[in-house]
Structure formats: C-alpha cells, structure tokens
C-alpha cells in the first residue's frame, strides 16, 4: 500500500502541556482525511509539524515514504493552515500571478486552469475586496492549488461560510481527489460537512489518536438502531439476552439502550419488555450521524 503521509507516535510539547501525545497516522494516497476534535484537541498542531512551521519533540514524519528530505517533498504539497491572505485591491487573477511568482510556477497557463476549477473565471476586474467570504475561501484553494500539489492540508477551510458557500468547497475537494488523484487532509468543526466529505476518519482528543475509520465503517457503526428507554433499564438489558436472545446492544447515558437488532420484530421486543414489567417511556428507531458518534468516542474520555 502507497502512503502519501506517515505520522509515527510524534509528539509536541508546549510548557508542561502535550499538544501532540504520541499520535501516528498513515493516509492513503487518493484519499479524503477528515481531522476531527474539539478546539485544543491538537488538530492545527498536527498540521503545522507536516508543514514544518513546529518541530515535533519526538517522533518521525514521512513523506511519499522519505523522512529524510521532507523540505523537497514539501514542494508537492500545498497548504492552508490559516485565513488565506488575499490582496484586495487586487484581482482573483492578480493574486494567483503574485503566488505563481512566488511558488515559482512556470506556466501562466495554469492560472487559467485553476480560475476554472474554483468557479472564478467570470469575476474579471472585480477585486478581491468585493468577494464574499465563499469567493475569498475559493481563491485560498485556487492559491494552494497553483503549483499542481499531491498533497494538500487545509485546516477548516469552511469555517464561517454559509451552506451555498460550504457545498462549493465540498463539491472542489471532492473533484480534486476524484479527478486529479489528489490526497486531502482537512479538518473541520462542521462534523456532517466532513461525513459529507471524507472517505476517511480520524478522530483525536487532547492530542491523542482516538480512532481511525474508513467511510463504510462509519457507516456500520452509525448503523440504525432502536433506542429503547424504560423505568428499569438494567432489568430490560437482562430480559432482552434472556428472552430474546439479543447479543447486539449496547446501554449509553447510562438510561438507554440501543438495539441492533430484531429491527424487523419491534412489536415483539416491546411486548417482552412490558410483559416482563417495565415501562416504556422511549422507543424510536434511529441512527447516529458523525457527530453524535464522536461525542460516543470522546465523552466518556472528557468526563
């Protein structure tokens, strides 16, 4: 299998505090990360070591497989760690000819190309300073996009867009990978933008790797569920393994359960349980999406 990037068990120590606790990662070439973790959880932190704007305290980076030229491999990668800084007194087009200058891009033909791809071909003369915050966030991507990248690391790009304006990014990113292979490492506190996005997971708290998934393994452990709640929910656990022989459930908030199986027979499963003396007081078939699945992973760790 074929990394792009390689994190092993680095770490980033601020004062006493671990920013970074021993995390490693691999991520697959064509593929769609999706960072996710709360404020300080040390997304950005992460994301500056592969840039190379922090050094890591231990650990090892690997890039395209090589920990020894990391610089030269950072030429094929693009990044956007922050708000992307846009002259505004200037055109998309301007903008994009300053960083070609600065990136060193050969052809200005690409401008053309990259206008193309971000949907800003027909803004013409107008400047920057007339974008919307989607426009602007649209020209970072066409920035980082210049120099034709493998790789690129975009720390919330959508941050502060409204929906039109996140499904424009959404809909780039995911061109970019389809089409031109590209791998993406993004993160994002919008959690159902990135189930939107992402063919992969990786959830992070207090700089530690909680869990990596792939799309179709989120999507069995977000699989629907009965959520059943009674006035005795330990007794209803144990009448559900008795009767009913259920294996497939699991008690949450400590006052749930959440059923997955015998989805096709929920008459049955209600009749044991009252029939056996508990009182129903919720009973609803569900599903969890992201977010409630991550807050799952990290609640109990944070409690």
């Known amino acids: 299998m074929e990394y792009a990037l390689q994190l092993e068990n680095i770490t980033k120590i601020y004062g006493k ?19 996710i973790g709360q404020n300080g959880a040390g997304k950005t932190t992460i994301m500056k070591m592969i840039a190379g704007l922090a050094l890591q305290d231990s650990g090892n980076i690997k890039i395209f497989g090589d920990s ?12 956007m760690l922050e708000a992307p800084y846009l002259e505004g007194s200037m055109t998309a087009y301007e903008n994009l ?13 690409r401008i053309s190309e990259v206008l193309e791809i971000i949907g800003l071909t027909d803004t013409g003369k107008k400047t920057v300073r007339g974008f919307s915050l989607g426009m602007r966030q649209r020209l970072g991507i066409g920035m980082a996009l210049l120099s034709s990248p493998e790789i690129m690391v975009l720390d919330e790009p959508v941050n502060g867009l409204d929906p039109e304006g996140i499904v424009e990014i959404r809909c780039i990113l995911k061109r970019l990978c389809e089409e031109q ?12 933008e990135l189930s939107e996005l992402c063919t992969d997971f990786v959830i992070i ?52 359960i959440q059923l997955y199986e015998r989805l096709d027979d929920i008459e049955l499963v209600s009749k044991t349980i009252t029939s056996n003396g508990m009182i129903i007081t919720k009973f609803v078939i569900e599903g969890e999406n992201l977010e409630e699945y991550y807050l799952s992973k990290v609640g109990d760790i944070n409690e």
């Open 17 to 35: 505090e671990k920013a970074v606790d021993d995390f490693s990662l691999s991520i697959e070439k064509g593929h769609i990360y999706g960072l």
């Open 68 to 79: 020894r030229n990391l610089n030269e491999h950072r030429g094929r990668m693009s990044f």
């Open 97 to 109: 000819q300053y960083i070609r200058y600065v990136r060193g891009v050969a052809s200005q033909d």
């Open 181 to 192: 292979g590209i791998t993406i490492l993004i993160s994002s506190h919008l959690l159902s």
């Open 205 to 256: 708290n207090k700089g530690k790797l909680i869990e990596k998934l792939s799309e179709s393994e989120l999507k069995i452990r977000c699989r629907n569920h009965l959520t059943i709640k009674t006035d005795k929910i330990e007794q209803t656990a144990a009448v559900l393994e008795k009767c009913l022989n259920i294996k497939e459930y699991k008690v949450v908030h400590e006052d749930e």
